[in-house]
């Protein structure tokens, strides 16, 4: 009796063992997916960001501006005869 006890004992044991063994592969393979996962997204968003940078570049050329000036917000080019300098003494004695 005490014979067969210890097999079934030694072969329950091996079970548990190889569950183990198993669900330690198994979560290591969601890991795995998930740092490739992961280091797909930081490729994605490095890629991102350098297309964004490239385009916050473009725009702050001065050119760039005044054609969204001028197209977007339908500013026009003033002219220098329109410009009026005020006086800054006579600015303050008219508050």
Do not use: G, R, W
Not at 28 to 33: Q, R
Not at 46 to 67: G, V
Not at 69 to 76: E, G, I, T, Y
């Amino acid at each position: 009796m005490k014979k067969i006890s210890a097999i079934v004992l030694f072969f329950c044991c091996n079970a548990i063992l190889i569950f183990f063994e198993v669900h330690k592969q198994s979560k290591y393979l969601k890991l795995s997916y998930e740092i490739q996962k992961l280091q797909a997204q930081i490729c994605d968003l490095s890629q991102q960001k350098t297309e964004l940078i490239y385009e916050l570049h473009n725009l702050q050329q001065p050119h760039n501006i005044q054609d969204v000036a001028v197209k977007k917000l339908m500013m026009k080019n003033i002219e220098l005869k329109k410009i009026k300098n005020i006086d800054k003494d006579f600015d303050e004695a008219h508050q």
